[in-house]
């Protein structure tokens, strides 16, 4: 392990993470994820982005200078637990849609023997010509290493200054309007097909070329991601709420993805059974 080439760790190789390991595999020694727990879809995801396995999340502490976290949120706090049991020292790079309040608890845990950076990521999947936006804030050494370790790649890092929940907060202030969005095209669209006018509410829409109500074919992606979005929006409102603002209209809004929970990751789902589960959870 040596600073110039890092052994960077994954936790956990989702569609997000593996790509993400995958950029930084060029600029690092080795880059590791953990087979204890996870899914054959994970291995394949691991195998296709060339990670190397270990089988258990000691080994891959030991080994690891830098270890990138990105999971579903409400797992990131149990995680960075057990990172902390396992007495971690190196880099750690929190870069799960979470509120700046559980940033600063997590890097309460694993300081000081870590070095904790608050990571959000802005964008797709980096595959397919995608170049998502990673916001970093933290140690200045730290957040340089990420920096270093992504340089020339499709992710592209953006460095917010030393305050832990920086990178956090601007994460979730896009995701409330971008995906809180999603979800109105969605109620928008189910209510004028109640009265017969779907297609002329998307022409009218179409008329504007940065309304998301053009796009109606987004919302059976949109809720084949509920599982992930509304837990999302759920942290959104608790940031929201800390700083003295409405939190009720992202809650609603978790609470309508909700009901599109059983089609997780659903792709053969069509726009009439997203919008049928919609109205019929």
């Known amino acids: 392990m040596t600073?110039?080439?890092p052994t960077v760790g994954i936790l956990h190789p989702g569609s997000m993470g593996a790509a993400?390991?995958?950029c930084a595999a060029p600029r690092a020694a080795s880059v590791l994820w953990c087979e204890a727990g996870r899914s054959t879809a994970s291995a394949t995801r691991a195998a296709q982005a060339g990670l190397t396995?270990?089988?258990a999340l000691p080994e891959l502490l030991e080994r690891s200078d830098i270890v990138i976290s990105l999971c579903p949120?409400?797992?990131?706090?149990?995680l960075a637990r057990d990172v902390a049991d396992c007495d971690f020292t190196g880099v750690y790079v929190e870069a799960n849609a979470i509120s700046p309040?559980?940033?600063?608890?997590?890097?309460?845990?694993l300081e000081p023997g870590a070095v904790v950076v608050d990571g959000g990521v802005v964008g797709s999947p980096p595959v397919r010509g995608k170049a998502p936006s990673l916001y970093l804030s933290g140690p200045a050494a730290a957040t340089e290493r990420i920096e270093v370790l992504f340089a020339g790649t499709a992710v592209r890092t953006v460095a917010l200054g030393t305050e832990i929940g920086k990178a956090s907060a601007l994460k979730l202030a896009y995701a409330s309007f971008q995906k809180?969005?999603?979800?109105?095209?969605a109620l928008a669209v189910g209510m004028a097909r109640e009265h017969g006018v779907d297609q002329e509410l998307i022409e009218v829409a179409s008329r504007r070329t940065d309304s998301y109500l053009s796009e109606p074919q987004y919302i059976a992606t949109t809720a084949a991601r509920a599982w992930r979005w509304g837990p999302e929006l759920e942290e959104a409102a608790d940031t929201l709420a800390a700083?003295?603002?409405p939190p009720e209209m992202l809650r609603a809004a978790a609470s309508t993805l909700a009901r599109w929970h059983d089609a997780k990751d659903d792709g053969e789902l069509t726009l009439a059974d997203a919008l049928d589960r919609l109205a019929q959870p």
């Open 53 to 55: 396995p270990v089988a």
């Open 73 to 78: 949120p409400a797992a990131a706090e149990d």
């Open 101 to 109: 309040e559980r940033a600063q608890r997590i890097a309460g845990l």
């Open 180 to 185: 809180t969005s999603r979800v109105l095209v």
């Open 243 to 245: 700083a003295g603002l």
């Open 20 to 22: 993400v390991a995958a």
């Open 3 to 5: 600073v110039d080439q």
